[in-house]
């Protein structure tokens, strides 16, 4: 089975402006983990705004249930908000956002 790529190598911009926010905001330690974050699906959602993706398998159900939170960052554009679940980012929306091109040629 193929592991996931890291986000870092798949969209390093947005690594280092997740990581530059949540540091900003306090979050020192998901500003760390941001660098490990795993590119596991994108939304699939098909809305042209949209660009979002998981970090982690969703759980059954919806929503996240206990240990869940939003980060709601504030970039110099669109909205980028963090699902964070046990302090732990398992969704990362993005939406209004100019399009993301991705590193790694997929």
């Given at each position: 089975?193929?592991?996931h790529?890291?986000?870092?190598d798949?969209?390093?911009?947005l ?8 540091e900003?905001?306090?979050e020192?330690s998901l ?8 590119l596991v ?6 809305d ?11 759980p059954?159900?919806t929503p996240?249930?206990?240990g ?5 960052l504030?970039p110099?554009t669109?909205d ?11 969704y ?14 997929a």
């Amino acid at each position: 089975m193929e592991e996931h790529p890291l986000v870092r190598d798949v969209y390093p911009e947005l690594v280092a402006e997740l990581a530059r926010l949540l540091e900003a905001q306090g979050e020192r330690s998901l500003a760390t983990a941001v660098a490990d974050l795993r590119l596991v699906a994108e939304c699939g959602c098909k809305d042209d705004y949209c660009q979002s993706f998981r970090t982690a398998e969703h759980p059954p159900g919806t929503p996240y249930g206990p240990g869940h939170r939003n980060i709601l960052l504030n970039p110099e554009t669109g909205d980028l908000v963090l699902d964070v679940v046990h302090e732990r980012i398992v969704y990362v929306e993005i939406l209004d956002r100019p399009p993301m091109t991705r590193q790694d040629g997929a």
